[in-house]
T-cell receptor
Framework: GNSVTQMEGPVTLSEEAFLTINCTYTATGYPSLFWYVQYPGEGLQLLLKATKADDKGSNKGFEATYRKETTSFHLEKGSVQVSDSAVYFCALSDRAGGGNKLTFGTGTQLKVEL | GAVVSQHPSRVICKSGTSVKIECRSLDFQATTMFWYRQFPKQSLMLMATSNEGSKATYEQGVEKDKFLINHASLTLSTLTVTSAHPEDSSFYIC???????????FGDGTRLSIL
């Protein structure tokens, strides 16, 4: 079956530091990959997605590249802000848009300090 | 656009009570709605998938008689936790999508606490 593995948190960074959150996956076929962000007490918001190999998803300074050869979709941001503090979930879906069943990783909490 | 409203945001009730959680798509028609459960500091676990007008499909290990799901219209799905007990305390999140190749849009979740 499908599975997603994320690096454990929490990740604590100083403002303007470089961020990497690792994500690897196991899936049959050609899944679509997603990063969702969850702020405290809220639901999930789609941050970015990629639907095929070598695609790069990007949004709000975050980016991730779909690497089929390493089955990875690592999230990166060049300069984090305090407002980026949240829990980040990597996910995959058998459907391009993710409207089908999503399989989530365990989430990585990011704390950004001044 | 694509707003999903979930209500209530927080419920505290006594053991044995049944609790209903509503999930509404405010500005689009959702053919499919999903219900997730999230334990503290853990990921979301899909409980069930519901398509408008048909019975929900439950994930393995989820008691369908315990967690009743109704998706009577294209804008509303409800999850009823029947005879809730403390172990049912959790954060429940719904999501909705128009069709399979469109993203899921998530509600803000409901924190259920059973005393």
């Amino acid at each position: 079956g499908n599975s997603v593995t994320q690096m454990e948190g929490p990740v604590t960074l100083s403002e303007e530091a470089f961020l990497t959150i690792n994500c690897t996956y196991t899936a049959t076929g050609y899944p679509s990959l997603f990063w969702y962000v969850q702020y405290p007490g809220e639901g999930l918001q789609l941050l970015l997605k990629a639907t095929k190999a070598d695609d790069k998803g990007s949004n709000k300074g975050f980016e991730a590249t779909y690497r089929k050869e390493t089955t990875s979709f690592h999230l990166e941001k060049g300069s984090v802000q305090v407002s980026d503090s949240a829990v980040y979930f990597c996910a995959l879906s058998d459907r391009a848009g993710g409207g089908n069943k999503l399989t989530f990783g365990t989430g990585t909490q990011l704390k950004v300090e001044l | 656009g694509a707003v999903v409203s979930q209500h209530p945001s927080r419920v505290i009730c006594k053991s044995g009570t049944s609790v209903k959680i509503e999930c509404r798509s405010l500005d689009f028609q959702a053919t499919t709605m999903f219900w997730y459960r999230q334990f503290p500091k853990q990921s979301l676990m899909l409980m069930a998938t519901s398509n408008e007008g048909s019975k929900a499909t439950y994930e393995q290990g989820v008691e369908k008689d315990k967690f009743l799901i109704n998706h009577a219209s294209l804008t509303l799905s409800t999850l009823t936790v029947t005879s809730a007990h403390p172990e049912d305390s959790s954060f429940y999140i719904c999501s909705a999508s128009v069709i399979g190749n469109q993203p899921q849009h998530f509600g803000d979740g409901t924190r259920l606490s059973i005393l």
